[in-house]
């Protein structure tokens, strides 16, 4: 599987953006996705997930009401709809598809994407 993040970029504080993972190769359903970010000097961090069916969605208490994780099974994509954007928000996200285990846990994904660039301004 290959996971190709995009719509990351520059955006106000208060601004909207909505990240894409497209997958190829082999289909993803029935796979959990989820999207974490790293900031610089920080540690990848925990954002989203949301199982193959999409009835559950997991967030980390920084992003939860702002941020909206869902998924387009017969587009092999998911998506990160992120609203009331925060500096704090600055980061690479990085998509990734759920071996096993714990959703919030980095070492619980098998495969990752590239990262996109998310720079809110203040």
């Known amino acids: 599987v290959q996971l190709q993040a995009s719509g990351g970029g520059l955006v106000q504080a208060g601004g909207s953006l909505r990240l894409s993972c497209a997958a190829s190769?082999?289909?993803?359903?029935?796979?959990?996705m989820g999207w974490f970010r790293q900031a610089p000097g920080k540690e990848r961090e925990f954002v989203a997930a949301?199982?193959?069916?999409?009835?559950?969605?997991y967030y980390a208490g920084s992003v939860k009401g702002r941020f909206t994780i869902s998924g387009d099974n017969a587009k092999n994509t998911v998506y990160l709809q992120m609203n009331a954007l925060k500096p704090e928000d600055t980061a690479v996200y990085y998509c990734?598809?759920?071996?096993?285990?714990?959703?919030?846990?980095?070492?619980?994904?098998?495969?990752w994407g590239q990262g996109t660039q998310v720079t809110v301004s203040s």
């Open positions: 990734a598809k759920h071996g096993g285990g714990m959703y919030s846990l980095a070492h619980s994904y098998d495969h």
């Open positions: 949301i199982t193959w069916s999409g009835d559950s969605t």
């Open positions: 190769g082999r289909t993803f359903t029935r796979y959990a």
